[in-house]
């Protein structure tokens, strides 16, 4: 067993920390990972035996835009003056670990019975309205037991998104649609192509329309984050691909290599992948041409309430955050059979 210390540069949030600890979580061999956001820190114990720090190091930086330089203290970095204990492998220590573990397990499936059954007591006393209330309340927050447990350390943008007012839009068919025009349910998603939650975001969308079909269209929007270096100029770059016709193409296109990271010259690459004009893609990209109308788009965001992303409106109800596709088809469900 080891124990490195990192200093990680580059994190922009605290959800950034947090998923940097649930990509280390899925390699083999970490043991326990603890990465502090105000500190810039990262402890990680781990088993020699199946990885190495060249790989831990390979996947924090694969996260995102960090850097990573190992540090020599290895302190817990929530407080420095607490360090990981590190237990020597004795049977005695094994025996007493796993008696605990015993323990713990007990206690945690008694706790669980108890709140299960206050949660069905509670429940068979609400009356029918109240029950229907706190169902639909519950459908739109993040749900901790979905197949996607990364999910969980996605942000909640709104506290209450029953109570937020409904929102307009002004939908024309020069607008980025996907889907029947004509839809019943329109969703108006405001994004950012950098945005690992958006990305997370994309497939759930993917699944809405091969599930609704004629009966849903999304309305693209930009709302690029002022931490995420390239998202201004992958929304720019979008613009210049609708200019010859394959906004939707190129929209793909980035979800699909947003893991590689972005810059000019993969922006410039795509295009001609598409079969795009390069010269005029270039041209276009290069003069800042549609600059005005990627920050546009995010003014209108800031105006409809909107402070992260993704952030979709629902028949002009926000729902913030990249919620699991159950969510959406809860919501999506509701609204075709009023």
Excluded at 50 to 58: G, T, V, W
Excluded at 271 to 299: E, H, I, M, P, T
């Amino acid at each position: 067993m080891q124990k490195i210390k990192f200093q990680i540069k580059g994190m922009h949030c605290q959800s950034c920390a947090s998923l940097i600890e649930e990509k280390l979580k899925d390699l083999e061999g970490i043991i326990k990972s603890k990465i502090n956001y105000d500190s810039g820190k990262g402890v990680i114990i781990y088993d020699e035996g199946k990885l190495n720090e060249a790989e831990i190091q390979e996947t924090v930086e694969g996260v995102g835009d960090y850097t990573v330089e190992k540090l020599e203290d290895a302190e817990d970095p929530e407080n420095d003056n607490v360090t990981f204990s590190e237990k020597q492998e004795t049977t005695g220590s094994q025996s007493k670990i796993l008696n605990r573990l015993r323990i713990i397990t007990g206690l945690v499936i008694i706790s669980l019975g108890l709140n299960i059954f206050l949660a069905i007591t509670l429940f068979s006393q609400l009356p029918k309205k109240e029950l229907q209330k706190a169902q639909t309340s519950q459908a739109l927050q993040p749900q901790d037991n979905q197949a996607d447990n990364s999910l969980k350390q996605q942000p909640s943008l709104q506290n209450d998104n029953q109570n937020q007012p409904i929102a307009t839009f002004n939908i024309e068919q020069n607008d980025h649609i996907r889907g029947n025009f004509d839809a019943p349910i329109t969703l108006v998603e405001f994004s950012d192509f950098e945005c690992p939650f958006c990305e997370r975001h994309y497939p759930t969308l993917n699944k809405i329309f091969t599930d609704y079909k004629e009966k849903v269209r999304l309305v693209y929007k930009h709302f690029p984050l002022g931490f995420h270096p390239n998202a201004q100029k992958a929304a720019e770059a979008s613009e210049c691909a609708d200019e010859q016709g394959k906004f939707w193409e190129y929209h793909d296109k980035l979800f699909e290599n947003q893991p590689e990271g972005y810059d000019l010259d993969k922006f410039k690459q795509w295009a001609k992948d598409l079969g795009l004009n390069s010269g005029k893609f270039n041209d276009c990209l290069d003069s800042g041409k549609f600059a005005q109308k990627v920050q546009d788009d995010y003014q209108e965001g800031i105006d409809k309430g909107v402070n992260g992303t993704p952030a979709t409106f629902v028949n002009g109800q926000l729902v913030s955050g990249a919620l699991p596709y159950e969510a959406f088809k809860q919501i999506i469900d509701s609204l075709l059979t009023r």
